[in-house]
């Protein structure tokens, strides 16, 4: 799977479990350690467990493991790796704490529903 097709994908399978605020951000250019990051919120520490698990349950049914995660537990702030795609979930009050779309202000933003990446 392309790293934008799995991005979109994680992106949507948030979005299922009523993510808040998801962005993709197309980081090629601007890292060495991934080419996406998705990130996103949930209003509890129970729903931002709960989109992870949704994601990370979906993509391994879609062949797609992860290197790594962690945060899960906690549920403030939890991370997925998946090599190509990194994926932030965030409790709401942390996301701005973090701000790591201000890390990657240059970056541009995937259209979580189309098949081009806006630049």
């Known amino acids: 799977m392309e790293f934008i ?16 605020n998801v962005v ?3 980081v090629t250019e ?7 990051i998705v990130i996103c919120h949930g209003r509890s520490t129970r729903q931002v467990q709960t989109i992870i698990q949704h994601i990370r349950t979906e993509m391994k049914q879609a062949g797609e493991q992860p290197f790594a ?3 899960e537990l906690e549920g403030m702030w939890a991370l997925i790796d998946f090599g190509d795609v990194l994926v932030h979930v965030f409790f709401e009050s942390m996301r701005p704490y973090y ?9 541009p933003q ?3 529903t ?3 990446a806006q630049v």
Do not use: F, M, W
Not at 99 to 107: Q, R, V
């Open 5 to 20: 097709d799995k991005a979109r994908r994680v992106a949507e399978l948030a979005q299922e479990k009523n993510a808040e």
């Open 24 to 26: 993709l951000l197309h």
């Open 30 to 36: 601007l890292c060495s350690y991934t080419d996406a």
């Open 69 to 71: 995660s962690e945060g």
């Open 99 to 107: 701000d790591l779309e201000g890390i990657y202000p240059d970056a």
């Open 110 to 112: 995937i259209d979580i």
């Open 114 to 116: 189309s098949t081009a």
